[in-house]
């Protein structure tokens, strides 16, 4: 058994947006105004044991292997054996089935927390991983959409699974991300479950054509780009459905001057980006249609900074 570098470490993962729009499953951005704190203690046993989970979501698996935090951290220690276990407690700041990235954000806490404790700590590339296995327990399907944002922050597109490599892309100056979380759950499995296994070409064309002018428009600050490729022709058409208002949320954030609006993650809580002078009216008109729809609310409006999970304590 190795000597661990400190017996406890707390890490805070922030909440985030899967997909953007038209990054399905592979781009994400990080929420930091919410997320969820994971604290692993070592222990002579080896494996892993779920202490405690608290806060917005307690009642979640104690079985390490049905655990998204739990998960993660065995797939760890499988890969590192260090000679030691773990024990870990969730402090959940993330509501479970809000399409904000929560199974993610517990996942990617895990394993930062348990990294803090090792010896030889593991690099990031290697957390991806680890995290991307307590991730799949959520949503039956391996996707570092919500991991990636999570764990480095920003905007993040990842490309590849068993290989990943990030990128960090710069949001333009001024960019403001709102995002409206109506109080209704959603599971992230039956949203996806409900999703096509083929696209039409046509489809494959435009949505291609948006992602690469999203990423151009976000590389040289050109917001008329943005705004004209910020249009999920794929995957949102499928999945509107399963949020009540959709159209009418998306269409009043677009009328007060969205640059695009979209659906975060599975949903059911939207986003829009827009310039930090409108954020104020697009949320307001978000908040508006979605309380027609009798949905009380939780709203946010954050910069995309690139600030990931950390060490707290
Ligand atoms: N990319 C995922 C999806 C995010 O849209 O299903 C939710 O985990």
Same mark, same amino acid.
């Given at each position: 058994m190795s000597t661990p570098a400190r017996q406890r470490a707390t890490a805070f993962a922030p909440a985030s947006v899967g997909n953007v729009a038209i990054g399905f499953d592979i781009m994400g951005f990080s929420v930091d105004a919410l997320g969820d704190r994971v604290t692993v203690s070592v222990r002579d046993t080896p494996g892993v044991e779920i202490l405690a989970t608290r806060g917005v979501a307690d009642e979640l698996p104690r079985e390490p292997r =049905? =655990?998204? +935090?739990?998960r993660a951290v065995l797939a760890l220690l499988e890969a590192l054996r260090p000679g030691f276990g773990f024990s870990i407690e969730i402090d959940k700041g993330i509501p479970? @089935?809000? $399409?904000? @990235? $929560? *199974?993610?954000? *517990?996942?990617? !806490?895990?394993v930062v927390a348990a990294n /803090?404790?090792?010896?030889?700590? /593991? !690099?990031?590339l290697e957390l991806l991983k680890f995290a991307l296995a307590g991730e799949a327990v959520a949503s039956g399907g391996r996707h570092a959409d919500n991991i990636a944002a999570s764990l480095f922050g920003g905007l993040v597109l990842t490309v590849g699974i068993d290989h990943p490599r990030v990128k960090q892309i710069p949001v333009p100056a001024g960019v403001r991300a709102v995002i409206v979380h109506p109080h209704m759950f959603l599971a992230t499995a039956r949203a996806r479950a409900i999703l096509k296994g083929s696209v039409e070409l046509s489809d494959f064309v435009w949505q291609t054509a948006n992602l690469a002018g999203f990423i151009s428009g976000c590389y040289t600050s050109d917001l008329d780009m943005i705004?004209? *490729?910020l249009e999920d022709?794929?995957?949102e058409p499928q999945r509107a459905a399963l949020i009540p208002g959709f159209h009418d949320v998306r269409r009043g954030a677009m009328e007060a001057g969205a640059l695009g609006c979209s659906i975060?993650? /599975? $949903?059911?809580?939207?986003?829009?980006? *827009?310039?930090? +002078?409108? +954020?104020?009216?697009?949320? +307001? /008109?978000?908040r508006r249609e979605f309380a027609r729809q009798s949905l009380a609310t939780d709203e946010w409006v954050v910069e995309m900074r690139p600030t990931g999970a950390r060490v707290i304590g």
């Open positions: =049905n =655990n998204t +935090a739990g479970l @089935g809000s $399409g904000l @990235g $929560g *199974s993610a954000a *517990s996942a990617v !806490g895990a /803090a404790l090792l010896p030889q700590p /593991a !690099g990031p705004r004209a *490729s022709v794929v995957i975060s993650g /599975a $949903g059911p809580t939207m986003f829009a980006l *827009s310039t930090d +002078a409108t +954020a104020p009216a697009v949320l +307001a /008109a978000m």
